[in-house]
């Protein structure tokens, strides 16, 4: 049972141009939610989270918007690099029950971004 | 401190054979997790360590997986009688307490696992 998902397997845009990438999820209990970005041969590196009491975080180039209704989440990078070019994942936080939580976090399967010049 | 490292970074095996995977985390971090991701996959939650304990395992952790953090630093995840189905990237990362939620855990670059 994929929790979280991300649909579109790969994203190409121009540079200069905004990339959007979408990440839908299921399970109410998630508290945080993050991006992660994925060179070949590198570990993910953490790029941008949002907490689930917000809508929109931004980081320079990078803006996250939550919609809990929909239970949808967006990474807009905006302008599109070629140095974007790579896998995104998503991945959400559940919510935890005492004062501290795992920290186990559950990925989609990534979006693939190709920027070109 | 140059991050989160794992050691070795790629490995060919036969089935049949144990394998380990070493991974040193951040000197201050308290929490050391173990990942594993397969192709056209995101990374699938094994299991963690806060200090030396190992809080958690995933059910895909069968009993022919064990992890070990001796002394709350470097951790140790090993594979007996490998399967061609363990062929994936084992990805070990650490973090500060639960702070993976703000500001993300750091990744180490991964160990390769080819069964052959």
């Known amino acids: 049972d994929q929790q979280v998902k991300q649909n579109s397997p790969s994203l190409s845009v121009q540079e200069g141009r905004i990339s959007i990438l979408n990440c839908d999820y299921t399970?109410?209990?998630?508290?945080?939610f993050l991006w992660y970005k994925k060179y070949p041969a590198e570990g993910p590196t953490f790029l941008i989270s949002i907490s689930s009491i917000k809508d929109k975080n931004e980081d320079g180039r990078f803006t996250v918007f939550l919609n809990k209704s929909a239970k949808h989440l967006s990474l807009h990078i905006v302008p599109s690099q070629p140095g974007d070019s790579a896998v995104y994942f998503c991945a959400a936080l559940e919510r935890s029950l005492g004062s501290s939580n795992t920290g186990k976090l559950i990925f989609g399967q990534g979006t693939t971004l190709q920027v070109k010049p | 401190d140059t991050g989160v490292s794992q050691d070795p970074r790629h490995k060919i095996t036969k089935r049949g054979q144990n394998v380990t995977f070493r991974c040193d985390p951040i000197s201050e971090h308290n929490r050391l997790y173990w990942y594993r991701q397969t192709l056209g996959q995101g990374p699938e939650f094994l299991t963690y360590f806060q200090n030396e304990a190992q809080l958690e395992k995933s059910r895909l952790l069968s009993d022919r997986f064990s992890a070990e953090r001796p002394k709350g630093s470097f951790s140790t995840l090993e594979i007996q009688r490998t399967e061609q189905g363990d062929s994936a990237m084992y990805l070990c990362a650490s973090s500060l307490d639960g702070l993976g939620r703000s500001y993300g855990y750091t990744f180490g670059s991964g160990t390769r696992l080819t069964v052959v």
């Open positions: 399970n109410s209990m998630f508290d945080y």
